[in-house]
């Protein structure tokens, strides 16, 4: 069992910073060999895609919304995944998850994605 456990968000201005942390354990599971993701969930939209990260953290990907305003990141002595979130926007306002990958290549499909974290609610106000 793999559980994933995400915390730091909240309701905040638009222009202010969220960090969130996304917990990792289980009996089997091996952090340090998973790529690791972000995804989020808008209101009354489909989830997408946000980052992900190689199990080194020698690779990330981005979505274009995204790309060049957060930084995704990962701690494998900590079993931890992070998502840095500065400048944010009314429209990041959604649930963000995170999600492990055991594939090799860093992907954007959900589908590719073998467990996820419940979910963590992040609300931007103009």
């Known amino acids: 069992q793999v559980y994933l456990q995400e915390s730091g968000g909240g309701s905040v201005q638009a222009g202010d910073s969220l960090r969130l942390s996304c917990a990792a354990s289980?009996?089997?599971?091996?952090?340090?060999?998973?790529?690791m993701a972000w995804f989020r969930q808008p209101p009354g939209k489909e989830r997408e895609f946000v980052a992900a990260i190689s199990w080194a953290g020698s690779r990330t990907l981005y979505a274009d919304s995204v790309q060049g305003r957060f930084t995704i990141s990962r701690d494998n002595a900590q079993n931890t995944l992070s998502l840095e979130m500065p400048s944010l926007k009314p429209e990041d306002t959604a649930v963000y998850y995170c999600?492990?990958?055991?594939?090799?290549?860093?992907?954007?499909?959900?589908?590719?994605?073998?467990?996820w974290g419940q979910g963590t609610r992040v609300s931007v106000s103009s």
């Open positions: 999600a492990a990958d055991s594939g090799s290549t860093l992907v954007r499909d959900e589908e590719e994605y073998d467990y």
């Open positions: 289980g009996p089997t599971f091996v952090f340090s060999l998973w790529a």
